[in-house]
């Protein structure tokens, strides 16, 4: 009975200043029962390859040779001819002219006697062209025999038409010459320039182990692949293999702690698959991180942290539009310490940064100081105390100018004067109202009845006014006069003008006093007396 009999072996993986572990399960080294049998694992292989037949494609090529009949040539001899010069004519001087020369005659041709060959033309023996004998002499030619020339070499090979296409071993003469006097003689061949497909056929081989390689011939290729059972073989488990552990980090990066990597562990483990044991591969990858070293401190150090203070106003005083801002800004390192990047205080660096800024318009009106307003009063004025009056009333106008902010000019300027009245009243002493009963007289006078009664008001002469502090309503709004009454006669009240106080520079305005009479009196009579008294 086979079984599988597997163990666990843990493998863990760290590197100095890292946090990752991995682990992969392996086989145990374990003893097979001694009534298992095994056998080896063989693999075998399956080809196959595509059969071809193919033809060949056949050219016909020729080839030519030629040759030349020569008719036959009679041989020439060669021929001697001596020149006699005419006496007459004094002494000759040579060379003569041939065939003829008016100098002399030449003799009748012989044949070139034996030993005088040479080149043809006239000579002299002596080797003169003086006075000296001359002759002439000329080689013969050979005779040639008649026939034909030998064969000529064969020219190349030349493709043949299609129509000429066929075979032919032997050799071809031409029926008729080339051209006259010549002759041609002629071969072919057969070439191969080619093939075709005749037919294809794909073959496939049996099994074959692995070792033994493909069949004879050529264009096998594998198709399949398969395990059989091959001869029997032990079966204890092979020995362990040690796990193989590669790690790979990466680059330092800024402000990091540490620098990552992989980590890649490869474990191995033998299975019994039926007929040998099998090595079975795992692999396990996992994340790893390790300390920065000195050099990625000094590559990778993150920025130093920066703080900006709070900003701080310097002075600035009326009529500045800027101000000069103030702030502390503290630059802290960082250092590798335990793995980590920590701020640094003890090497803190501080500055103080400057900058400007607008004031705003609340700031600019709060650094001038705001003037107290221009107050003027003018005189005292005492109202006359008229019959009937109660009071004792004083009058003084007030002139009040306030300062108001310009925002474009950045300063306070005088705004718009007020103008105001202070009215101060108390009431008529004893004294003062005896007087005022013993100054002010009452006339009565009887008129006819067919006459409406007059009042008549004995005023003192207004003198002119030195201020008008304030207007009188228009005469529309007094209130309006009282009908006089038919059944009894009017009163007169005669007012003596020593009697009341004059006006001058400390009293009322005539309109004034007239107002004031008016309302105290309450008539239009009263009112048209008065007019009346004082045009008079």
Excluded at 163 to 183: H, N, V
Excluded at 210 to 226: C, H, L, Q, Y
Excluded at 247 to 276: M, S
């Amino acid at each position: 009975m086979n079984k599988r009999i597997l163990g666990g072996l843990a493998v863990a993986a760290m590197l100095a200043g890292g946090l990752a572990f991995t682990s992969a399960s392996t086989a145990t080294a374990v003893s097979s029962p001694p009534d298992q049998v095994c056998y080896d694992r063989v693999r075998e292989l399956e080809y196959q390859r595509t059969v071809v037949v193919k033809g060949d494609v056949i050219q016909k090529e020729t080839q030519t040779r030629t040759r030349t009949y020569i008719d036959a040539v009679p041989a020439v001899d060669g021929i001697w001819q001596n020149f006699s010069p005419k006496t007459e004519n004094g002494p000759f001087v040579g060379p003569p002219s041939h065939p003829t020369d008016p100098g002399g005659t030449w003799s009748t041709v012989k044949k070139l006697p034996p030993g005088q060959a040479g080149p043809d033309g006239v000579y002299s023996p002596s080797g003169e062209n003086g006075n000296g004998s001359w002759f002439y002499r000329a080689a013969g030619t050979p005779g040639v025999d008649g026939g034909w020339s030998g064969w000529s070499e064969y020219g190349p090979w030349t493709k043949l038409p299609g129509a000429d296409q066929m075979k032919d071993d032997g050799r071809a003469r031409g029926p008729l010459p080339l051209s006259a006097g010549e002759d041609w003689e002629r071969q072919y061949r057969y070439v191969v320039v080619g093939s075709y497909v005749i037919s294809s056929a794909v073959e496939t081989s049996d099994w074959r182990a692995e070792s033994a390689g493909p069949p004879a011939g050529t264009g096998w290729f594998v198709i399949d692949k398969r395990f059989v059972k091959g001869e029997q073989i032990a079966c204890p488990q092979p020995p362990p293999v040690p796990p193989t552990v590669t790690t790979k980090y990466g680059l330092c990066v800024v402000g990091a702690d540490a620098v990552n990597g992989e980590q890649r562990t490869i474990t191995y483990k033998w299975v019994l698959e039926g007929f040998k044991w099998v090595k079975v591969v795992d692999s396990v990858t996992v994340n790893v991180s390790r300390p920065l070293t000195e050099q990625e401190q000094a590559a990778c150090r993150p920025d130093s942290k920066v703080t900006h203070g709070e900003w701080n106003d310097g002075e600035y005083e009326c009529g500045d539009r800027t101000v000069t801002i103030t702030r502390i800004v503290v630059t802290t390192p960082y250092v590798y310490r335990d793995g980590k990047w920590v701020l640094d205080p003890t090497g803190a660096t501080k500055a103080r940064e400057t900058d400007t800024r607008e004031l705003t318009e609340q700031e600019r009106q709060e650094a001038c100081d705001k003037p107290d307003g221009l107050v003027k009063y003018g005189e005292v004025r005492y109202d006359e105390i008229i019959c009937d009056s109660t009071e004792f009333i004083t009058r003084q106008t007030k002139l009040t100018t306030p300062f108001v902010w310009d925002a474009e000019a950045g300063e306070y300027v005088e705004g718009e004067t007020v103008v105001t009245e202070n009215v101060s009243k108390r009431p008529l002493s004893s004294d003062e109202l005896a007087a005022q009963k013993a100054k002010c007289t009452v006339v009565t006078t009887t008129t006819p009845s067919a006459q409406p009664p007059t009042e008549v008001v004995a005023l003192p002469r207004a003198q002119p006014p030195t201020e008008v502090v304030a207007a009188l309503p228009p005469a529309a709004a007094l209130p309006p006069a009282q009908a006089p009454t038919t059944t009894a006669p009017a009163p007169v009240v005669t007012i003596p003008a020593a009697g009341l106080p004059a006006t001058g520079s400390n009293g009322t305005g005539v309109a004034a006093l007239i107002a004031l009479l008016v309302t105290s009196l309450g008539g239009a009579a009263l009112l048209a007396a008065r007019r009346r008294n004082v045009t008079t």
